[in-house]
């Protein structure tokens, strides 16, 4: 198993090649800078598409089947029994980085994620998933671009060190192939 | 054109027919008793399933096909640019009906849901499809079975009318039907 894949892969203008755990011909799906609950993943076309309307049917076929993919793997190694799956399909309904990407994240009880909290988060500068890409990568631009959410919790939570996140990638890479035998289940 | 579809359309426990304005192999569309932003509508695989992963791939293609087939035509109606998409997938993330349901909300500039809001509404008591639709069924269990959402605008609103609805249906099922010939561009 190589320790990441070998093919560069952009979620948007940022390099993201060492975050993926897992892709398909037409899919890619990498972690979080960020995570708003632990197993918080982020699930992509590999064509930099906008829009979901944007995708072909093979695309967007294979991006909700990679998405069910990986809450398999998650709900198992998470406990979770519940998912929020969110897109944000465009500027004006919250989406930070121009490049399709879905939010799958692990829901439990007593996960802290109750009542509005995920979605606002999610909203928030907490999920803005740009704006930590960018603080990230520094120079100009770093920060978020939009508006900060009425709990901004966020300048208390660091992002991850790359280490960290490629820890993680490695993990549910192998995760991910332990499963690949179900797929005959889906 | 039938005024509504002749098969019956259960939506979990609840028989929303007539509120339902596109179907597909697979897959309904239906408007909603309490829409969060004007457009607010739900799809839904035909059969009863809880979880996105208990969908097999042809129904999973399907819904999601369908999502984006009847963005394009919301887009058109409500002049959205965006669109919140979002499924609560299980009870612990806010799931209201055992029923995989995918909002889809038009958005644009200005429209009240900035920020928080919308997820904040779907969070909360104004999104519980499954309060609202048993408050208008009546009897035993009406009212919602979840907690209040901070922004519990929801008592300033009242359900709208089946007749209502179905003008809407009706519209809505018209105007994808004019879209019909382009989903040789999907």
Redesign the interface.
């Known amino acids: 198993m190589p320790p990441s894949p070998a093919r560069l892969i952009k979620f948007g203008p940022f390099t993201v090649t060492s975050q993926v755990f897992h892709t398909t011909p037409h899919t890619f799906a990498l972690v979080n800078l960020k995570p708003l609950l632990p197993g918080h993943i982020l699930v992509c076309p590999l064509t930099q598409h906008k829009f979901?309307?944007d995708?072909?049917?093979p695309e967007?076929?294979d991006?909700?089947?990679t998405?069910?993919r990986v809450?398999?793997t998650l709900?198992r190694l998470y406990g979770?029994?519940?998912?929020?799956?969110?897109?944000?399909?465009?500027?004006?309904?919250?989406?930070s980085v121009p490049h399709v990407h879905v939010h799958v994240?692990p829901?439990?009880?007593g996960?802290g994620g109750?009542?509005?909290k995920?979605?606002?988060w999610?909203?928030?500068e907490e999920g803005d998933v740009g704006g930590h890409l960018r603080e990230r990568d520094g120079g100009a631009g770093a920060g978020s671009q939009r508006?900060k959410?009425?709990?901004a919790k966020d300048e208390d939570r660091k992002p991850r060190s790359m280490e960290e996140m490629e820890a993680e990638a490695g993990w549910l890479r192998g995760e991910m192939e332990k499963d690949a035998g179900g797929e005959g289940r889906?």
Chains 1, 2 share one sequence.
Do not use: C, M, Y
Request: proline share 4%.
């Open positions: 979901l309307t995708l072909s049917p967007l076929s991006l909700f089947l998405v069910t809450q398999r709900k979770a029994p519940a998912f929020n799956i969110a897109v944000q399909d465009g500027a004006e309904s919250g989406q994240i829901r439990k009880a996960d109750e009542g509005d995920v979605h606002e999610l909203e928030g508006g959410g009425e709990w889906l």
